[in-house]
């Protein structure tokens, strides 16, 4: 997104501002997908956005994450990989972290880059045992279950949404939507090596040195996870993309 769009009022416009060759999706889910995750798509300060809204395969996966220039780096224990200027600035951040008695490390081995396979198999950890849960139930036959095991991952999405507008949802807790547990496989921020869950989410001032540092908050059904947009919070609004205050935080969403 080097070139700014704007609209006949002055106006940045989200949608005129993905990357080339992306398109607002007509469906439903499509839209969910990118209402939830595509704050990704503003990402500034020599990050590569995803050029997919959804990754349908590992090759799709690997070719993106072959092409762009990335930093290994050992964090909190954790061998942790991001685009270069993703690493460069969470760096800068915990450094201004520990100047304050602070820390920012990583909740796990997966908190940064995650591969196509990864992101199926956090799935599947959510469908199996929520489609076992409403068997039990007695809200889902064995039929309609064969129906969507018969289905590739990313074609079970909007069947599992469709099961969950009928109440039978698939969070870890089986009380809210799945997206509360886990992203759709192939829509995952951590693909695009973009992402960071960090262990101190809850700490007011740890989000705030992060996002002084580019690495914002931008999907509120994700409370450890950060997204490097790579610019100032002041320059959000004239990226496309729109403050939300939720539990007493600030998300940047897509101002679709
Ligand atoms: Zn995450």
Redesign the pocket.
């Known amino acids: 997104m080097n070139k700014i769009k704007k609209n006949k009022a002055g106006k940045l416009v989200f949608a005129d501002n993905l990357p080339r060759g992306l398109k607002i999706p007509k469906d439903a889910v499509g839209q969910r997908i990118l209402n939830e995750y595509g704050a990704i798509f503003a990402a500034q300060g020599g990050a590569t956005p995803p050029n997919k809204i959804v990754f349908k395969n590992e090759t799709q996966v690997s070719t993106f994450q072959k092409n762009i220039e990335t930093t290994s780096e050992f964090i909190g224990g954790f061998e942790l990989e991001l685009q270069t200027p993703a690493m460069e600035k969470l760096k800068a951040a915990i450094n201004e972290a520990e100047q304050s008695d602070l820390t920012i490390t990583p909740r796990g081995a997966d908190?940064a880059k995650r591969t196509y396979a990864e992101t199926v198999k956090l799935w599947a950890s959510r469908v199996d045992p929520g489609l076992k849960h409403w068997v039990e139930m007695g809200r889902l036959s064995a039929t309609e279950v064969a129906e969507v095991r018969a289905l590739s991952q990313f074609e079970q999405v909007p069947k599992i949404f469709e099961m969950e507008s009928k109440g039978m949802f698939f969070s870890k807790d089986l009380s809210k939507t799945i997206i509360y547990s886990v992203a759709p496989p192939g829509t995952?921020?951590?693909l695009s090596m973009l992402?960071?869950?960090a262990s101190e989410h809850e700490n007011p001032q740890a989000r705030e040195i992060l996002a002084r540092h580019g690495w914002v908050q931008t999907v509120v059904s994700?409370l450890?996870?950060f997204t490097f947009l790579g610019a100032a919070e002041s320059e959000f609004n004239n990226l496309g993309l729109k403050k939300v205050i939720d539990g007493g935080r600030v998300f940047w969403l897509p101002d679709l």
């Open positions: 908190s995952s921020q951590h992402a960071f869950d994700d450890p996870h």
